[in-house]
């Protein structure tokens, strides 16, 4: 198993990385609000925060091109951002909008755009798994150097379309990157009692892949160990299994009244460890982000997410008759 | 006409779409000799013994662009695949506002009479028609099997095909040129005056037996096979227990919540077709058992001509005023 640490970011130009840090500032900033207005009463039924887990999705995203294809979690507007998806058309979903991506059938757990190769957030643990591999199969019989992304969480590592998939796609040399959020607990059950080993990573090893641990805090050791994947997966080598590890800020669900079992020391330690403190800081040192730059990523932010948020509420919601729309398609 | 098997059938029609259109790939757990012979491994997939993940892999495809089939062969082996079939296929469309298609074949055969006990003989239809999403057939000639399976391919959604176990090797009349059947028309494979039977599959073929042997007797029998589950003609059935006045339902799988249910259902929660019932509404199933081993058990648990022939002595004999 390798081990990738360091955060070299030379082959990433200023702008780029610049770039990395507005895209992870703009899912936090997002999910503060939809976070806000869930509480509020705005937005139903649940919400599921990646505050604290921004780098994974962005150093992954930064890596693939447009016509590639990724799968997200129930956990899933980190990736749906990195992708590219349109806040707009995202937050008027989360407002159960006609005008979200999902025509207001999805929510939060289902968002999905197949036009910039996000294939769906997925309400149950593992459950896209199987589908990305079936993305990374039309991508093998495309021939056009395409690649497919799952992400997911050690929750999902130990459930059976993980092995079944990382099995069939190592055999078929498949283009993927199976991209494992080890944030330490599923749900409220702590990893630590439930693996049997501590590194997802160490499976890879009976498929006779590479299984990567990164420090996936680091949005810029994310890329490269991402980079180096999706080279393998484009020249025909076949999946790469990389494990980021990882803290989820928040408790599983912005319900209130969840327990939330972890200790608070172990929080207030994953807190010093902010992935867009590290990222912000690394750029402030190379002398490629000053006050006023930042000022101005966090106003653009503000400005699209307020146009959003007044987007969604500006959209109907749908109609009754609706809810038999779209069952099968013509 | 020349004469296929209900099994040659199937293979022409994916044969027959495969060379049609290269978007359509297949994937099984064993490569159908045939089809590996003609379009090789690109698009002949032998995959693990892992249903959960090529019935995934395919709706992925599907996404993509691809139009895959994914044969789960026995239909018994697809439960392991249920979380993919129920929560993903079905829904994906739908939950994500209709995006894209999902073009997917799933085939899968059912029943019984192999005498291979529980884990290979069922006929779970109607667990699936309670999912919305998907739509299914189960043809009873090699007739309606090609022209099925071909609409099927054609379609843009997550389609099952179910096949019957007992009528792989029957053979019946196919035309050698292209031709598809629509979803959602019944037919009518007798008509008759007295009684409506609707059956599927096997059991269409033992009511036909049923009526021939009732004829010599001057009962009419009508017989009225659904083909596809999803989406229902419910009007040819009702217009023919309208006709009958009396309705018997033949079917391989139990009776609990079953496709059987749902056709007494159809005809008795609509006005007009109650108003002509003349007695109640008999249904002919297997006993609510898991299918057994010994062929003395197996054939005690399924239905057969003879059931069929009792059942409908039965709906001839009684009347509402009676059952009240």
């Not at chain 1, 994974?56 to 129930?74: K, N, P």
């Not at chain 1, 999805?106 to 036009?115: C, E, K, N, Q």
């Not at chain 1, 992400?151 to 796609?169: K, M, R, T, V, Y």
């Not at chain 1, 994310?222 to 408790?251: F, H, M």
Request: glycine content about 10%.
């Amino acid at each position: 198993m390798a081990l990738a640490t360091q955060s070299p970011s030379t082959n990433l130009s200023p702008d780029k990385q610049r770039e990395m840090l507005r895209q992870m500032l703009t899912i936090r900033r997002f999910e503060e609000r939809a976070s806000a207005d869930y509480n509020a009463g705005k937005i139903y039924g649940v919400v599921h925060c990646y505050i604290g887990e921004e780098a994974v999705a962005v150093g992954v995203c930064t890596a693939l091109g447009q016509g590639d294809r990724i799968i997200s979690t129930h956990r899933g507007h980190g990736h749906c951002i990195a992708k590219g998806a349109d806040l707009n058309r995202m937050m008027a979903e989360l407002y159960g909008r006609q005008t979200g991506y999902c025509k207001g059938k999805g929510g939060s757990m289902h968002i999905a755009d197949f036009g910039i190769g996000m294939l769906g957030a997925n309400g149950i643990v593992a459950g896209g798994i199987a589908i990305v591999t079936g993305a990374g199969l039309a991508a093998q019989m495309e021939g056009k150097g395409g690649v497919a992304v799952s992400f997911f969480g050690d929750g999902a590592s130990n459930a059976g379309p993980f092995h079944e998939c990382l099995n069939i796609a190592a055999t078929w040399k498949l283009p993927m990157l199976y991209v494992c959020e080890n944030n330490m607990y599923a749900a409220q059950t702590a990893a630590a009692k439930t693996h049997a080993l501590p590194d997802v990573a160490a499976r890879a090893a009976g498929y006779g892949i590479p299984g990567i641990v990164v420090d996936g805090n680091d949005v810029f050791a994310v890329y490269q160990a991402a980079n180096q994947a999706v080279d393998r997966a484009r020249s025909g080598g076949g999946p790469t299994l990389i494990e980021c590890k990882t803290y989820r800020w928040r408790a599983h669900t912005e319900r209130k009244g969840q327990p939330d079992p972890r200790d608070p020391g172990e929080r207030e330690a994953w807190l010093r460890k902010d992935p867009i403190a590290l990222l912000e800081r690394q750029l402030r040192e190379q002398g490629e982000l000053d006050d006023a730059g930042l000022r101005s990523i966090e106003g653009d932010i503000m400005g699209t997410l307020e146009a959003a948020i007044a987007f969604a509420e500006a959209s109907p919601f749908p109609l009754p008759e609706q809810a038999t729309d779209d069952v099968f398609s013509a | 006409m020349r004469e296929l098997t209900y099994n040659e059938a199937a293979l022409e029609a994916v044969t027959e779409e495969m060379r049609r259109d290269p978007k359509i790939f297949y994937m099984s757990t064993d490569a159908l000799p045939p089809l590996l012979k003609e379009f090789g491994e690109d698009r002949i997939k032998a995959t693990p013994i892992t249903e959960a993940a090529f019935t995934g892999m395919a709706i992925g495809a599907a996404g993509c662009g691809f139009r895959p089939i994914a044969d789960w062969r026995q239909v018994t082996f697809c439960f392991v695949a249920m979380d993919q079939i129920v929560n993903q296929a079905a829904k994906i469309h739908y939950m994500f506002g209709g995006q894209v298609p999902f073009p997917i074949l799933f085939r899968a055969s059912v029943g019984g009479g192999g005498l291979v006990a529980a884990q290979h003989s069922q006929s779970p239809y109607s667990m699936f028609m309670n999912v919305a999403g998907l739509k299914m057939f189960l043809p009873s000639t090699p007739y309606d099997m090609k022209g099925l399976l071909k609409t099927a391919i054609r379609d843009n959604n997550p389609v099952i095909s179910f096949e019957s176990s007992r009528l792989m090797g029957r053979k019946g009349p196919v035309p050698e040129d292209d031709y598809t059947i629509p979803f959602g028309q019944a037919d009518i494979k007798r008509e008759g005056s007295d009684v409506t039977v609707v059956a599927l599959a096997w059991l269409v073929h033992e009511a036909l037996a049923a009526a021939e042997e009732l004829s010599r007797e001057g009962i009419s029998v009508e017989i009225v096979d659904p083909r596809t589950l999803v989406p229902l003609d419910k009007d040819t059935i009702r217009n023919s227990v309208q006709k009958t006045g009396r309705l018997v339902i033949a079917d391989e799988a139990g009776p609990t919540a079953g496709f059987s249910a749902e056709i007494a259902a159809i005809a008795t929660e609509d006005a007009a077709t109650f108003a002509r019932l003349k007695a109640p509404v008999k249904r002919v199933c297997a006993l609510q058992v898991p299918i057994p081993y010994s062929p003395i058990l197996e054939s005690a648990v399924f239905p057969d001509r003879n059931r069929i022939i009792a059942g409908i002595r039965e709906v001839l004999a009684g009347n509402k005023a009676a059952a009240a």
